[in-house]
């Protein structure tokens, strides 16, 4: 694992430098505090080389690109079903005896004017 790093991993150096100083502490305390900041690493991060950084940015820029072209895509296919349907679905008015829309100023002509 460890010839997968170019040099010492940050955390273990560090570790080799407060085994190897103790007295870059002076306090106890503060020396055992940072071992155990060092020992409570749970994870590293992968570095990318430039070349590597480059290629990945750009496979990432592709993938991208081909999700919003699918999405495009896709979008147009239901947007052209969707107009197929209403185009053979001609809407008319729908006509109900007896209920007369009311005009602007609220009056209607087929219902009973109540008086206030």
Excluded: H, W
């Excluded at 040099?7 to 007295?23: D, G, H, M, N």
């Amino acid at each position: 694992m460890l010839n997968e790093f170019g040099s010492a991993p940050f955390t273990v150096q560090r570790l080799c430098e407060l085994a190897l100083k103790p007295q870059l502490y002076k306090n106890p305390e503060k020396y055992l505090f940072a071992i155990e900041k060092l020992v409570a690493v749970s994870s590293t991060t992968a570095t990318l080389s430039p070349e590597e950084y480059k290629e990945t940015v750009s496979q990432l820029a592709k993938q991208k690109a081909q999700l919003i072209a699918d999405a495009k895509d896709e979008n147009d296919n239901q947007e052209g079903i969707l107009n197929q349907t209403l185009g053979e679905e001609k809407a008319t008015p729908m006509e109900v005896e007896g209920s007369d829309v009311p005009t602007p100023n609220g009056a209607s002509d087929s219902f009973l004017d109540v008086e206030n």
